[in-house]
């Protein structure tokens, strides 16, 4: 308020409007400018962590080979409870499937069906 009461006595009412809001855009720009550099800040310290991510990442993935290339079996190491697979004996084999006798050839004449018999004639 000490501020507003001189700068009214020193600038006038006639050039406050205009004095304020130059005052106003200025300190817009400085947040701007502000928010800008805090932006990139907050950017560098993320790809810094990111790069810290991954060292550690690939140290795991190192570390993550080396477990996965050790061979108990090759190494000496923990035969007595990795007992060799006991080999199964084959089935017997099965005979080969026989070939149905072939059909009759068909013959040049067609049969005909047998003649119906009378309702009243027995067989």
Known sequence: ???????????????LPILMRRVGQFVGRMRAMAAEFRASFDELARQSELEDLRKEVDALRSEHRH?????PMSSGLGQESFPPPRAEPDPAPQAAPTL???AAPATAEPQSAPAAKPAGEAT
Do not use: H, R
């Open 1 to 15: 308020m000490i501020i507003g009461a001189v700068a009214l006595i020193v600038v006038g009412p006639k050039d």
């Open 67 to 71: 477990v996965m290339d050790f061979n």
């Open 100 to 102: 149905a006798e072939p």
